[in-house]
């Protein structure tokens, strides 16, 4: 059985940081393109960060990039989001996802991935 924990969320003031965690278990993780996406009250799930298998590939979605940093450490089946100088419009429930064989022009689309965590919430107040 696939499971995919979330961890790391909380409240934080504008500009500061936090690092969530998304442990997995039950694939053969190494083998998997993960993603974290994120819903804000009222609004849709939208994408965040994707990490190749291997790591030798990031992607951002332009808002976050240059404050966000999505790693994975694939011996102990980890994927990680570093998030700092966080702003209130980041507050959302964060969820990380697991695909396969996911090409780049799919990265953004939450149906390229299979598995999904069950999230962990970030607020940041102002």
Do not use: H
Not at 30 to 51: D, L
Not at 58 to 76: A, Q
């Amino acid at each position: 059985q696939v499971q995919l924990v979330e961890s790391g969320g909380g409240l934080v003031q504008a500009g500061g940081s936090l690092r969530l965690s998304c442990a997995a278990s039950g694939l053969t993780f190494s083998s998997y393109t993960m993603g974290w996406f994120r819903q804000a009250p009222g609004k849709e799930r939208e994408f965040v960060a994707a990490i190749t298998w291997s790591g030798s590939n990031l992607y951002y979605t332009d808002s976050v990039k240059g404050r966000f940093t999505i790693s994975r450490d694939n011996d102990e089946s980890t994927v990680y989001l570093q998030l700092n100088s966080l702003k209130p419009e980041d507050t959302a429930v964060y969820y990380c996802a697991a695909g396969l064989l996911v090409v780049e022009n799919a990265l953004k689309r939450r149906n390229s991935y299979m598995y999904w965590g069950q999230g962990t919430q970030v607020t940041v107040s102002s």
